[in-house]
């Protein structure tokens, strides 16, 4: 069975996925569900961020830390 490694990019995903979920006290296993990698095209054995997550994740991520800056002022 063929190993990966995990990409610092998908490894910072996932620490500002915590963070967030800690933030908004949302459930991070919903936000990890979401992630979606792909081999690296520099490193075979990385798994990485894909583009279209990369996009959508950061859309999602600016939508969620709006919110909860909502709530706080609130």
Do not use: C, F, H
Not at 52 to 68: H, P, T, V
């Amino acid at each position: 069975m063929k190993s990966y490694k995990l990409s610092d990019e998908v490894i910072a995903q996932i620490a500002k996925l915590v963070q967030l979920a800690i933030i908004t006290g949302t459930d991070v296993v919903d936000n990890l569900r979401t992630i979606r990698v792909s081999t690296s095209e520099k490193d075979s054995d990385a798994l990485t961020l894909t583009p279209e997550y990369r996009e959508l994740g950061e859309s999602q991520l600016e939508n969620l830390l709006e919110k909860a800056e909502n709530l706080n002022e609130g």
